[in-house]
């Protein structure tokens, strides 16, 4: 069994930062891409941020230059750093880990967590 567990969303004011966290655990033997995806009532699921095992790293445009993802592979941990919070960066914030283990490699799911950005 395999979990993701997310943590560090809350509210935060237009212009704030918050730091998202993201840590696989069970019987693992490895984690490849780890990514970070977005959703806001009515609207799809959105890549925000992803890095490889190898720590290439892709930032889509609508968020270059105030998110940042990094990752400790030894933790099996992703972050994703944000600043300059905007108002229509609110969204429940998902992790993504595609994960080796016994029976293969399989794409996992974090339960979300809420980021807010209001005055």
């Known amino acids: 069994q395999v979990q993701l567990v997310e943590s560090g969303g809350g509210l935060v004011q237009p212009g704030g930062s918050l730091r998202l966290s993201c840590k696989a655990s069970?019987?693992?033997?490895?984690?490849?891409?780890m990514s970070w995806y977005r959703q806001s009532p009515g609207k799809g699921r959105e890549l925000v941020a992803l890095v490889s095992r190898d720590g290439n790293k892709y930032i889509p445009d609508s968020v270059k230059g105030r998110f940042t993802i990094s990752r400790d592979i030894d933790k099996n941990t992703v972050y994703l750093q944000m600043n300059k919070l905007k108002p229509e960066d609110t969204a429940v914030y998902y992790c993504?880990?595609?994960?080796?283990?016994?029976?293969?490699?399989?794409?996992?799911w974090g339960q979300g967590t809420q980021v807010t950005v209001a005055s």
């Open positions: 069970g019987v693992i033997f490895a984690t490849d891409d």
């Open positions: 993504n880990a595609i994960v080796r283990r016994s029976v293969g490699t399989t794409p996992h």
